[in-house]
């Protein structure tokens, strides 16, 4: 169960990382500030909750002896994932931020990042050696 709560803490931290990176680039080449919508805490913090509960559902999986069902939560957190973006296409933005167009271009696939990342790791965490 350990590796498995390590594997969403790192699957967390490199969505993070990657998430970061692609906020501050994003900045630089349209030249936009939504600092006063998304920061780096929001960006940080839903990035590993995301990642930790996705390993809960893989302990829950293990704990109840479902893991034939894999592939069903792996599908299931794609639709959360495609889901979740729903709300970024709803949002109203303040009428001070310049260039409101260009903020889902920012946030839509930094919501992929979290399942991306985790799903990118589950080989060097589901070793059955170990």
């Given amino acids: ?28 080449f349209f030249l936009v500030d939504f600092d006063a919508i998304v920061n780096i805490g929001s960006i940080v ?7 930790l509960l996705m390993a ?3 302990m829950l999986l ?3 002896n479902k893991e034939n069902l894999t592939g069903a939560l792996n599908i299931l957190i794609a639709v959360l ?6 709300s970024v296409m709803s ?3 303040p009428l001070e931020i310049e260039f409101p167009e260009l903020f889902p ?3 839509i696939p930094m919501h992929f990042f979290p399942a991306l990342a985790f799903t990118s790791l589950y ?8």
Avoid: D, Q, T, W
């Fill in 1 to 28: 169960m350990k590796r498995i709560f390590y594997h969403g803490l790192l699957a967390g931290i490199l969505a993070s990382v990657a998430a970061v990176v692609y906020f501050y680039l994003y900045k630089e």
């Fill in 45 to 51: 913090g839903s990035s590993i909750l995301g990642c």
């Fill in 56 to 58: 809960l559902g893989y």
């Fill in 62 to 64: 293990r704990r109840f």
């Fill in 81 to 86: 994932s495609f889901l979740s973006i729903i």
């Fill in 91 to 93: 949002m109203s933005l």
């Fill in 105 to 107: 271009g920012l946030v």
């Fill in 123 to 130: 080989p060097f965490f589901n070793n059955p050696k170990h």
